[in-house]
């Protein structure tokens, strides 16, 4: 039985005639030449009936009624205001607890609420929605943690709540990439908040070894132990412990373009923190801050941005600039400190103009030498690296010359003289880099001058060698300082016998009385400071100079009575 023809209305295939024979000269049938390929089947355009196009799938899919769909958003917003009352419940009970189970409970209520809020989010399916839910169950964990371990444990809150925030921004990273958005911004506002609490306290911790050092080489290092410690407060060593922990937590839970930056803020953070907060001796105070300084500056030479890299020097400088300051209570100290900056600054000016040109050298050599490759800028950091050693080095000559001069009144010139050599290398070397570089190097031209500047100030200084007098003789010009008179009071006299009251006038015979016998029990007059050689202000030139402030030596020359300044 033949088969059918098939219809060509459903898009079958044409019935094509077999191929006609050809004969060659000869008769025999030749072969047939090449002939176009038939249409194929699936070549052929479908029908219109076939294709199901959104005009049509539009029409088959029912209309939503306006009362339908208002109702579907009201209890959407009905949701979201219950799961936000709820939230707010629940914090002011965690707020308000003060024992451990209380706080407990209120916090698993606000972790509860704050999970419920984002299952309700993932049913409504929008992206902002989720992240904003995703943030409120992150704050709400480390909220309901933080408080729970500071009223379990309350002498150590700083540093556990700075425990919490980092554990929480290492869960940040576990959380799937559709929901990490939410709970990264979480977890970096809880850690703006608690570095700015932190950051308030360190900063004072931070200058307190500055000001203890203080009067520059003379400073009184029977108290500055107890200055350390009232500047750190309570918190002691938890001060720097939490801005370590801070520090780790903004590496893990920041973005990648903020991670460095807070990475250097925190590591400046803490060590500026840490000579207070540890309470170290005035010899090592300046260390941990010139070391992280040093470090910050190393690490600058391989950051991959200009942003990176400018934090690195701003960290640097201002870490260095409080150790060098912390180094002020003697000369040794800050010899050592200074120098230890000079030949650091020199190294990492050298690093940052040589590691460049290594770069395309070190392209195609194996891991470990990838890690000698620089980053961009690091030229840069080199050059404000040399702009520190420059402003440090002179400092350091006049230190250590302090430092080995056997009595330091006497060696204001080789002092100054030592400063001022270090001060022409510095310009000379300045000078020769500008004509080597065929440009002007900024940094460096900042620090030569700066340390120039610091040297002619302190050569007209209040302790320049042209004032060669000491202060305690200047300030008992107008005899009134202190006396030895037996009838001054007992409680203004100091423990050698000499008043301490600056405010003291000597008491002036009337006219027609004779004048007593020197040094006789019953004699009113004054004696003079420089007469008297128990005077407790000769070891005291800063009290003597606070008394010589009071006006006594404002008085014409001619009521001066005749002394040794005379000479």
Known sequence: MAEPAPDRAFGGPKEQAPPKEIEDEDGEPAEAPLVEAAERPESAPEESDAVVTDAADAIRRPMLDSTAMWLRQLTWALSALAVIIALLFAAVATLRATTPPVALGAGLTLVLAAAVGVVGAMGLGRRVVVDVAAGALTLAVIGAAAQLVAVAVPGRALLLIAAVIALAGLGVRAVPEPFHRGPQLASAAALIVMGVVVAGTALRAAIAPVQAAMPVWDADLDVYHSRLVQAAGEAGWQLAATALLLTIAAVLSLPPEARRESAVAGV??????????????????????????????????????????????????????????????????????????????????????????????????????????????????????????????????????????????????????????????????????QVAWRRIAFPLSLGTGLGALAVTAAAFGPRAPRLPTPGWVRCCWSARCCSSSPRRSTRDAGPTGCSTDPTSRPRRRSRGSSAPARGSPASSSPVPCWRSPRCSYSSSPSACARCHRTGAAARSSASRPAGPWSR
Not at 294 to 308: D, N
Request: aromatic content about 4%; glycine content about 10%.
């Open 268 to 433: 400046a953070l803490t060590a500026l923190a840490a000579p207070a907060s540890l309470a170290l001796p005035w010899s090592a105070a300046p260390w941990l801050p010139v070391l992280a300084a040093i470090g910050i500056g190393v690490t600058g030479l391989y950051a991959k941005t200009e942003r990176a890299a400018q934090a690195h020097v701003a960290g640097a400088a201002l870490v260095g600039l409080v150790g060098a300051g912390a180094s002020l209570a003697r000369p040794a100290s800050t010899a050592a400190v200074l120098a230890v900056l000079t030949v650091a600054g020199v190294l990492i000016a050298i690093a940052g103009s040589w590691l460049p040109e290594q770069a395309a050298a070190l392209r195609d050599e194996p891991a470990p030498a990838q890690l000698l490759r620089a980053g961009p800028d690091a030229e840069m950091v080199g050059d404000w690296a040399a702009g520190g050693a420059a402003f440090a080095m002179p400092g350091a000559a006049a230190a250590a010359v302090a430092a080995a001069a056997p009595v330091r009144a006497d060696a204001a010139v080789p002092i100054l003289a030592a400063a001022f050599v270090a001060v022409c290398a510095t310009l000379g070397y300045a000078a020769l880099a």
